[in-house]
């Protein structure tokens, strides 16, 4: 009966998490320029020119944010975790219990408070805010000893972990 293992979880390791945002970082960066680059085709380039806050400058940050929104809910739906949580062992769980899967309402929300500096990036003063909020989100985990939520786990109710499997008790 030795050999019969239950899975368990405990808070994902820092150096894990960044390296799997690092990795979410570049694939996201990849689909978004990819997909700008096709907006740009249509989109009117002067209006890009002449001001910061035009409809296709708007265009472009509503259609990267909601390309990041897309690939968290996604894949957190579809995976447990993003590609870069996958490639380091880690998920993305209910902080309740820390072992069933992020409610789709809860990453959202945590992915709202992460991104939304991609949504505001037509407004100077305003992304700016939100890209210090978006920093602080992921430093916050530092801060918080031993479950290490960011402010944006906190806000969304989750918890990374890194799942393991331990022996049964008999």
């Known amino acids: 009966m030795d050999d019969i293992r239950r899975p368990e979880t405990g808070p994902a390791p820092l150096s894990s998490r ?27 380039s002067e209006d890009l020119l002449q001001a910061s806050f ?6 472009l940050s509503v259609t990267t944010f909601a390309v990041y929104l897309g690939y968290e809910v996604l894949c957190v739906r579809l995976y447990g975790a993003t590609p870069g949580k996958l490639l380091f062992g880690l998920r993305l769980a209910a902080a309740s219990d820390g072992t069933t899967t992020a409610a789709t ?25 939100a890209l210090g909020l978006s920093v602080y989100a992921v430093i916050s985990a530092l801060l918080n000893a031993p479950s290490r939520q960011g402010i944006h786990d906190r806000f969304g109710s989750t918890l990374v972990v890194r799942p393991r499997l331990v022996p049964a008790v008999p």
């Not at 990795?23 to 249509?42: H, K, P, T």
């Open 54 to 59: 035009s409809p296709a400058s708007l265009a």
């Open 18 to 44: 960044i390296l799997a945002r690092v990795v979410d970082v570049f694939v996201l960066a990849g689909v978004s320029i990819a997909l700008n680059s096709l907006l740009l085709v249509v989109l009117p």
């Open 105 to 129: 309402s809860s990453v959202l929300k945590r992915s709202v408070l992460l991104y939304a500096s991609v949504l505001f990036t037509p407004i100077l003063v305003v992304n700016l805010i």
